[in-house]
């Protein structure tokens, strides 16, 4: 079993910063692609941005040029630099990791959430 652990969450006036990261534990092997999604109450999860093991990115639209996702492969945590944050960026953010098992199974496993508050 592999367990995700998000930190980082907060208030942040309209403008300003804030780091999320997730630490991945537990029987992983190896991990594959890490991503970030975003929640607002009554609507889907989101996706925010995802990383490769290769490094490779991706990102919604409507965080491209603000929000950065990077990885410690070292240390199996996925980091979200979020810049000029907008009251729209509220929500929760998830952090979502797959890979393989040390048993040799496929796993894609969940945070827990962690809040962030962007006040206008």
């Not at 079993?1 to 910063?17: D, K, M, N, T």
């Not at 991945?24 to 009554?42: D, K, V």
């Not at 410690?72 to 890979?99: F, I, R, S, W």
Request: charged share 15%.
């Amino acid at each position: 079993q592999v367990q995700l652990v998000e930190s980082g969450g907060g208030l942040v006036q309209a403008g300003g910063s804030l780091r999320l990261s997730c630490a991945a534990s537990g029987s992983t092997l190896s991990i594959n692609a890490m991503g970030w999604y975003h929640q607002t109450p009554g609507k889907q999860r989101e996706l925010v941005a995802t990383i490769a093991s290769s490094g490779s990115t991706n990102y919604a639209d409507s965080v491209k040029g603000r929000f950065t996702i990077s990885r410690d492969n070292a240390k199996n945590t996925v980091y979200l630099q979020m810049h000029g944050l907008k009251p729209e960026d509220t929500g929760v953010y998830y952090c979502n990791a797959g890979g393989v098992t040390k048993a040799l199974r496929l796993y894609d496993s969940w945070g827990q959430g962690t809040q962030v508050t962007v006040s206008s």
